[in-house]
Structure formats: C-alpha cells, structure tokens
C-alpha cells in the first residue's frame, strides 16, 4: 500500500480554534450577502408588482424572485446557525465537544445518520459552501433586478 503524501504540505498545521473562526468569518459573510440579496428580493418584488399589469413576463419574474428570496431567507437563518456554533466551537473545539455537538444536533433530527464525527475542516468546508451559494444567490437577484428593469 502506497502512503500518501500532502503535495502542499503546511510548515505549521492550522489549529482547529483558528479554523472554526475562519469559518464563523465566511458565515458572517455569507449573512451579509444573503441579507442584500433580500433586500434585492423586496425592490424586485415591488418593480414586478408595479410592472406585472403591463405584461405577463413580470408576474413570472416575480414569481422566481420569491422564490429565490425565499431560499435566501432559508439560508440566511441556516447561516447565522452555523456562525454562532462555529463561534461556540472557536473557543473550544476538541473533539468531545464535536461529538456533543453531534449527539445534540442528533436529537433535534437536525444531523442526517451518518453525518457525525467529522472533523472542524470537513465542517468548515461544507459551511463554506453556504457563502458560495449566498454569493450565487444575491447575483441571482441582481441579474433578475436588471431583467425587471431593463424589460420595461
């Protein structure tokens, strides 16, 4: 069996302290982005509303920006969710405290069978994917603001 080797290995490993708190960084972010993104949502609810007597393209523009507002909304208290265990997890992170985290998000049905023992990295990864999808989503908004706008 052939061991394999770190092609980019790290002089120093990252602590899982700093990691969690990178993490709860991005999550802010992703807040932030999801936030704007629902105020795009409001102002592109009222411009279709307003424009949706002059043609059908805008009742069904405003049709997919409640629905992408309502995924934001969604995200957005997935989001700060994670930030503020990701917060909780920067102050201590061993892996007791994961595997408590995991046995209570557990009995809230809130993690999926199999989902438990990972480490902070696997989770910081995933919720980073959450800033991503904030990003994507308030770009959604913006381009459908545009839309509105420009289809007048």
Known sequence: MPIEVDPHPHPHPAS???IARIAAGA???AARLNG?????AMINLLLAGYFAPASLVYLILGLVVAVVGAIELWLLVRVELDRRLFDALAVSADAAELD????ALS???WLAPGRGGRSLAERSRAALRFLKFAGALT???????LLLLLLK
């Open 16 to 18: 899982d302290a700093w």
């Open 27 to 29: 999550m802010h972010a």
């Open 36 to 40: 704007a993104g629902l105020v795009l």
């Open 100 to 103: 408590a985290l995991d046995q």
């Open 107 to 109: 009995v809230l049905g």
């Open 139 to 145: 770009s959604a908004q913006l381009v459908l603001a």
